[in-house]
Antibody
Framework: EVQVLESGGGLVQPGGSLRLSCAASGFTFSRYAMSWVRQAPGKGLEWVSAISSGGSTSYADSVKGRFTISRDNSKNTLNLQMNSLRVEDTAVYYC??????????????WGQGTLVTVSS | SYVLTQPPSVSVAPGKTARITCGGNNIGSKSVHWYQQKPGQAPVVVIYYDSDRPSGIPERFSGSNSGNTATLTISRVEAGDEADYYCQVWDSSSDHWVFGGGTKLTVL
């Protein structure tokens, strides 16, 4: 059974940092692109970042230069390093598996999300 | 940047057909994916590549895409279909995913 499980969310002050992780199981992690998608309270879905199976990355303009996506295929783990956090980064962050090695393939599995709250 | 426009809400009576639109400039040239999100849950893909249905998704869900509008159609709507629905495309000019603003489907 395919599973992706996020962790690392919490409360952080503006300007602070946080590192999210996503543990994957039930599929050959190294063969698939992965993404992070966030959802602010009461709002819609916003794509944050993607990484291909080969390690190529892309970022939403709203987080470029502040967030870094990475993957550790030996540990079946996806990471999101978030620096210079802003109040507007407050959201549930979802880890999503793409249906192929390329990031432009649709998401066939999502985690249950981890809440990040940026507040003083 | 590429923009997808969805109606904020659609209401339909049980047993009737719901149509949720997703507008974008020449969206017919892109592949559109649709996600269903129920309260407190993660999204689930219900249609991918315009009209393909993942295993486990009822045949009542269908999709089409042409010109400047993609449409998710839900036939014989049931109370359990009440959810938020999001369209999604890959913008190859920026290598970004784009989501529509979402449509809340209410079953009367």
């Amino acid at each position: 059974e395919v599973q992706v499980l996020e962790s690392g969310g919490g409360l952080v002050q503006p300007g602070g940092s946080l590192r999210l992780s996503c543990a994957a199981s039930g599929f050959t992690f190294s063969r698939y692109a992965m993404s992070w998608v966030r959802q602010a309270p009461g709002k819609g879905l916003e794509w944050v970042s993607a990484i291909s199976s080969g390690g190529s990355t892309s970022y939403a303009d709203s987080v470029k230069g502040r967030f870094t996506i990475s993957r550790d295929n030996s540990k079946n783990t996806l990471n999101l390093q978030m620096n210079s956090l802003r109040v507007e980064d407050t959201a549930v962050y979802y880890c999503a598996k793409s249906s192929s090695s390329e990031p432009q393939s649709p998401f066939d599995y999502w985690g249950q999300g981890t809440l990040v709250t940026v507040s003083s | 940047s590429y923009v997808l426009t969805q109606p904020p809400s659609v209401s339909v009576a049980p047993g009737k057909t719901a149509r949720i639109t997703c507008g974008g400039n020449n969206i017919g040239s892109k592949s559109v994916h649709w996600y269903q999100q129920k309260p407190g849950q993660a999204p689930v893909v219900v249609i991918y590549y315009d009209s393909d249905r993942p295993s486990g998704i009822p045949e009542r869900f269908s999709g089409s895409n042409s010109g400047n509008t993609a449409t998710l159609t839900i036939s014989r709507v049931e109370a359990g279909d009440e959810a938020d629905y999001y369209c999604q495309v890959w913008d190859s000019s920026s290598d970004h995913w784009v989501f529509g603003g979402g449509t809340k489907l209410t079953v009367l």
